[in-house]
């Protein structure tokens, strides 16, 4: 016959099985906050230094892009390389700072930019080949007289020529390789419109 003394209590032995318990719902309680923390600090890493989505808001940009369109902003890229023609950047507005401005890249840095009586686009006194204006550009703005660009300043216009402010007006002007955001790397929405957006 066995001792009973030999033995704990089974409150006791109840006892260290819900001390245990505790135990193990504290690590798991731990190990989901580490978890949502990685989440955050991923999400927020790749919304500031990657991409992120950006909703499209008026009609500068017509036809190609248009009020309501979601696109993904490539934020990446520019740490790698220059901006190139035709790119379609993003920068802040540069009298109100959280408005966002969504152009096309014209002129780049070093080049002499103008735009003449026709509605003709002279890069360096050569005419640009292009066929992103919606319209013949009816006022040149500034740019009647020639534009050259210092070394870190990019011409950009929208693409519905005759209904954007953009660089050929001194409320935007030639816009500094440091403002630029990101490029348009693609619209997601409407879904009967995903398409590609680097030219």
Do not use: W
Request: with cysteine; charged share 25%; net charge neutral.
């Amino acid at each position: 016959m066995k001792n009973n003394k030999d033995h704990r209590p089974v409150d006791e032995l109840q006892y260290d099985d819900e001390s245990e318990n505790g135990e193990s719902r504290s690590r798991k309680m731990i190990s989901m906050l580490i978890y949502i923390a990685l989440v955050a600090i991923f999400a927020l890493v790749i919304v500031n230094f990657v991409g992120q989505r950006t909703i499209v808001s008026g009609s500068s940009m017509e036809t190609t892009l248009s009020n309501g369109d979601n696109l993904i902003v490539d934020k990446l890229t520019y740490h790698f390389r220059s901006p190139k023609r035709f790119e379609i950047v993003i920068f802040p507005d540069p009298e109100d700072p959280k408005t966002y401005f969504i152009k096309r890249v014209i002129g780049l840095p070093g080049e002499t930019v103008q735009i003449d009586a026709s509605g003709n686009i002279l890069i360096n006194g050569k005419v640009l080949k292009e066929n992103y204006g919606r319209e013949t550009i009816q006022n040149p703005g500034d740019a009647i007289t020639p534009i050259t660009l210092s070394d870190d300043e990019y011409f950009v216009m929208g693409d519905n020529r005759n209904n954007s402010l953009d660089s050929r007006f001194p409320q935007v002007g030639p816009i500094h390789r440091s403002k630029l955001i990101g490029r348009a790397l693609c619209r997601i929405y409407p879904f009967n419109k995903i398409k590609g957006l680097v030219p």
